[in-house]
Nanobody
Framework: QLQASGGGEVQPGGSLRLSCAVS?????MGWFRQAPGKEREFVAA????????YFTDSVKGRFTVSRDNAKNTVYLQMNSLKPEDTAVYYC????????????????????WGLGTLVTVSS
């Protein structure tokens, strides 16, 4: 099971940290988002050990992804938020690690959690 949390409303330039609780076996994790009227898109991915991360270009330098396996939790730290970051954010789990091209495709994930809404507005 996956459960994302931590969403909310924040002003442009602000920060939020999303969490995703992961139960069960070990997984490699991804974050995706879906803005109103748009398709779900890849945001970030992290491997099981936390040693490899991928980001979509639009969030590089602003978002970081990390995990605490002792707490079975994956985090998405979002800084310098922009109105265009407004979306429902989802975490997803995949059994096997792959290239960015693999991890960036939503259909390649095995499990999905419910989303959490992030609104960036002044």
């Amino acid at each position: 099971q996956l459960q994302a949390s931590g969403g909310g409303e924040v002003q442009p330039g602000g920060s939020l940290r999303l969490s995703c609780a992961v139960s069960g076996r070990t997984f490699h994790m991804g974050w995706f988002r879906q803005a109103p009227g748009k398709e779900r898109e890849f945001v970030a991915a992290i491997n099981w050990s936390g040693s490899i991360t991928y980001f979509t270009d639009s969030v590089k330098g602003r978002f970081t992804v990390s995990r605490d396996n002792a707490k079975n939790t994956v985090y998405l730290q979002m800084n310098s938020l922009k109105p265009e970051d407004t979306a429902v954010y989802y975490c997803a789990a995949r059994r096997n690690w792959g290239s960015k091209g693999i991890m960036g495709v939503l259909n390649n994930y095995d499990y999905w959690g419910l989303g959490t809404l992030v609104t960036v507005s002044s």
